[in-house]
């Protein structure tokens, strides 16, 4: 025949789209083309075809050639269409069987040789073949990566030639094995191993607890980072939905997913000279930034004033929406970011204000300047604000605190807590929308009448009124109380009051 098709998947964001392979052999000048909106990687696809099909004992056809890649305003990009197009090829200069690759979609770029390499995006495009009834040729070294996702019917190869004995019906392609997985995962560090910094540990808890935002302010070197470092290790493990997001996210990534860190919740700490397009993700063709890659995990800010402050509020919409919509002249992409925002900072420049040792030497404008670089509309989307004290005289004299708890006990109360919030509404407290609020979230007349107070004296606005509510239902949740107690409500508050303290040191600013 002179026409031949074959099902493939291309990238658009975290979807993959089906793509028809269409080739067409007619009579002419030899030439080759192919159309379709193709990137010039995918044009490029042609010369590494032709080579692999030479040099695996194969007649290259010399006709005109056409290789349409449909839908044809879909942009295609990378090597994932080298299989498809060379089977098609050989399907339709009648040298392969038509027959065996009907129930098959096929993704891999060849080398020269024949080799199948492996692509980036493989397991968005085992979800989107869920709905299908069909199999999916890739090269092995995606296998592992595409069998994590349940009913898709992957066959691996390493060679072209491998693939054309499974068409011609020679040698089938064996059924990849889903992976087995460990459901526990091991972090290297814990939470006893920090002396002290119990009230931290409480806050963190807290955050983890219901997907809370923190910022921590304390001088260099009082353990901010290594605070922050310990955050996964307490957190509740992910369902299989998150996992499979958020390993779609990195598979797409610039260095791809690796199965090693499969359920676990990532942390990611940009440096504070990263751009707002690596922070919330873009380029030409655009890419997930860190807010994405953070996804079901935690985006961890360092020095958090450092930042430019334009960086920082490209933050703000995501922190609300929990996901970004990158608009280009060419196209538009939507990446989840449903992350938790950990912060750190110094009080002023140099660190030491309000220190014992009273080493601050920074002036009043340049405390109010280095403050003002967090505008008020960020830190009213903060949750919580903890002071972190240094404690040298416990860290030389190694006192360590016998009865402190492991990040495992911790975490046991974090998952009981979570479960209790998934069962009442679904969701985490921090994501608990207006009508829940008022539904889950209720107080009596006496605490109706101390959040009013913390209201008009800290001048609150309605969203920080909102998130004191949800931090005190995550304070209950972790108390077993199926009530918002005063004790709950007021330590709620106590967090609230530190946000106000900090934007009072700003100049006010909407």
């Given amino acids: ?211 809370h935002n923190l910022l921590m302010v304390g001088p260099p070197g009082s353990g901010k980072t290594m605070l922050a470092e310990r955050m996964p290790g307490i957190m509740p493990p992910m369902t299989e939905n998150q996992s499979l997001e958020s390993a779609a996210i990195a598979s797409i990534s610039r260095h791809g997913f690796s199965s090693q860190f499969w359920k676990q919740r990532v942390i990611r700490s940009p440096h504070h000279s990263a751009s707002a397009v690596a922070l919330v993700g873009g380029g030409s063709h655009p890419k997930p930034g860190e807010i994405s890659l953070a996804h079901n995990g935690i985006l961890f800010l360092d020095e958090l004033p450092e930042f430019d402050r334009k960086v920082l509020e490209v933050l703000r919409e995501p922190l609300e929406s929990g996901r970004i919509v990158i608009s280009r002249a060419a196209k538009q992409v939507e990446y989840p970011a449903n992350f938790q925002l950990i912060a750190a900072m110094n009080p002023c420049p140099c660190g030491y204000l309000g220190d014992k040792s009273s080493r601050c030497r920074c002036t009043e404008e340049q405390i109010n300047r280095y403050q003002h670089k967090i505008s008020g509309p960020l830190m009213d989307r903060l949750d919580m604000v903890i002071e972190v004290h240094s404690i040298p005289n416990a860290i030389i004299n190694q006192t360590k605190d016998e009865n402190a708890e492991s990040s495992s006990t911790i975490r046991r109360r974090v998952i009981n ?51 004191i509510m949800k931090v005190a239902r995550t304070i209950a949740d972790l108390s077993n109380s199926e009530k918002i107690l005063t004790q709950h409500l007021s330590e709620a508050i106590s967090y609230r009051q530190k946000i106000n303290q900090q934007q009072r040191m700003m100049s006010s600013e909407i």
């Fill in 1 to 211: 025949m002179s026409v031949a098709i074959i099902y493939s998947r291309a990238q658009d964001g975290i979807n993959a789209p089906l793509v028809t392979v269409e080739v067409h052999l007619s009579r002419g000048l030899p030439s080759f083309a192919i159309v379709g909106l193709p990137e010039i990687t995918v044009k490029e696809s042609k010369e590494r075809v032709r080579s692999a099909i030479l040099n695996n004992q194969f007649e290259f056809p010399l006709s005109r050639i056409t290789i349409n890649l449909a839908p044809a305003d879909l942009p295609k990009e990378g090597g994932r269409f080298d299989l498809p197009i060379a089977l098609g090829i050989l399907i339709a200069s009648g040298q392969i069987p038509e027959n065996g690759i009907k129930d098959h979609e096929a993704i891999g770029e060849l080398s020269l040789t024949g080799d199948l390499r492996p692509i980036t995006g493989v397991l968005p495009v085992s979800l989107a073949m869920k709905k299908s009834r069909r199999s999916l040729i890739l090269p092995m070294m995606n296998a592992d990566e595409a069998s994590l996702v349940e009913d898709t019917v992957c066959k691996p190869a390493t060679h072209l030639l491998e693939v054309c004995a499974h068409v011609s019906g020679t040698k089938s392609l064996e059924i990849h094995q889903r992976k087995q997985t460990n459901s526990s995962v091991q972090y290297e560090t814990d939470l006893d191993d920090i002396y002290g910094h119990e009230h931290a540990k409480r806050a963190l808890e807290i955050a983890a607890s219901g997907g």
């Fill in 417 to 467: 807590a979570f479960n209790k919030q998934l069962d009442r509404s679904g969701a985490v407290n921090s994501e608990l929308k207006t009508g829940d609020i008022e539904k889950h979230c209720q107080l009596n007349d006496n605490d109706k009448a101390l959040l009013q107070t913390a209201t008009t004296k800290l001048g609150l606005s309605g969203r920080a009124i909102h998130r």
